[in-house]
């Protein structure tokens, strides 16, 4: 009898695992239904979304996902484009924020579709493929000239994304792609809070080939709320 409970209970410690590790997550919260625009970004034939977050729910998380895209027409529009945003059929963001892959539906523009972007696609599937980046905006650092990044691999041998983290306003959003050739800081000083991209560029100029991706400090003025 012994022997069979020695037996069997590694089987039951691991079935209870298992279990535990199948559990449905809890529901999702409905704060984070809604439109949750974001901005596409590409390096080679690779396509990356990026949410546009704000201070406040249901906006406030930094979400950067691989797109899994075989649209030759949407991969030239991102390269050829120094701005693509898509504007999303409503859908819950914490389905994002825990990693899961979305499908959806969404109208693509050249330019910020909040700021008379030029509407070029409508209803176009968007497969949110892989999550590569998730932070929340609270306990945020106060507006500082120490600038703090993390570098984000893709699978991609050298290549990274750099985000920014966003601090309290004024602060800005910032992705920048860097072929690591060197050692590269993920936290250096600027001359102001929100410096202009060149200046962070010139920062990190000893970190290899660098192809700005994302830059936005307007929304993050005065913790602006929409």
Do not use: W
Not at 122 to 137: H, K, S, Y
Request: glycine share 4%.
């Amino acid at each position: 009898m012994k022997y069979l409970t020695r037996l069997l209970l590694p089987l039951l410690i691991a079935f209870n695992v298992s279990a535990e590790e199948e559990a449905p997550p809890p529901p999702l919260d409905p704060a984070y239904e809604g439109i949750h625009g974001m901005a596409l970004m590409q390096k080679g034939s690779t396509i990356f979304a990026s949410h546009m977050p704000l201070y406040h729910k249901p906006h406030d998380y930094q979400i950067l996902y691989k797109v899994d895209n075989k649209d030759v027409n949407l991969l030239q529009v991102v390269r050829d484009n120094p701005l693509v945003t898509i504007k999303p059929e409503k859908f819950n963001l914490q389905r994002l924020i825990r990693g899961q892959e979305v499908v959806v539906k969404a109208d693509v523009y050249i330019g910020h579709f909040e700021r008379e972007g030029m509407l070029i696609y409508e209803g176009v599937p968007i497969t949110l493929a892989e999550q590569l980046f998730v932070r929340q905006l609270t306990d945020l650092q106060e507006a500082s000239r120490i600038q703090e990044y993390s570098a984000v691999p893709y699978n991609s041998k050298s290549g990274r994304l750099y985000v920014h983290h966003i601090q309290h306003a004024p602060s800005f959003d910032h992705i920048i792609h860097v072929d690591l050739e060197a050692s590269c800081p993920t936290k250096f000083a600027t001359s102001k809070v929100v410096p202009d991209e060149k200046e962070i560029q010139y920062r990190l100029i000893n970190c290899g080939t660098m192809k700005p991706l994302y830059y936005e400090a307007q929304d993050f003025v005065k913790g602006k709320k929409h």
